[in-house]
């Protein structure tokens, strides 16, 4: 999703290099960190509009012969952009928050992806809390959707899993060793979002882009490998 404000330096790398917004160099910067998407994966890109993700992350499944898949979700109807994507994109007009997790799952051929993209946003009211609230409702969508319902049991009661998952498919959509990224909006709720998912993965860090806006409060938090119990 791209950022309002003026033009700057991304914007206009944007329109030269052919990505369809500046958030493209996000996705870039965290993938020359963290190499999530490689030649041959199945990414699902949750919030896909405009379609710079896309982008980006075709061109790291490197030539077509190398295989792999990228499927998109937004709400909006949005049109796979022409420049540095292939065949292997395709996207779906859907609201992930009542998207079953089988049927997410079917979307790809490998009947599973091994990178889950998020980069849903709410519609930002400028009230902190109530944009924090909501950004938590739809990372805690991508996570649910990502690792099953039964990995994300609480024992204590203290983060409840998401209302909106389907209890007849526990099984999340992301396969053992696969990773996800996840946009929040800066808050109290980060930390908890790392205690839930750090026994779940091999690898839990945050990180924000330097092309992040310097007035947003958005953050990513990048889960590498998942253990394989934490999906079964």
Known sequence: MSGAGAPDFFYREAQRLGYVARSAFKLLQIQQKHKLVKPGSSVLDLGCAPGAWLQ????????LKNGGVVVGIDLKKVK??????????????????NLPRNQVRELS?????????SDMCPS????????????VELGMRALDLAVGGAALAPSD????????????????VLQNGGHLLIKLLESEDMKEFSRICKPLFRKVSWLRPKATRSSSREIYLICQGLNSQANT
């Open 80 to 97: 796979v952009p022409p420049r540095h994507c292939d065949a292997r994109v395709k996207t779906i007009c859907a609201d992930v928050m």
């Open 157 to 172: 009661g203290s983060f409840p899993m998401d209302e909106n998952s389907d209890g007849s498919d526990d099984d999340g």
């Open 109 to 117: 051929s490998q009947k599973g992806f091994s990178v889950v993209l």
């Open 124 to 135: 930002v009211s400028g009230i902190t809390t109530t944009d924090s609230a909501l950004s």
């Open 56 to 63: 980006v992350a075709c061109q790291s499944l490197g030539p």
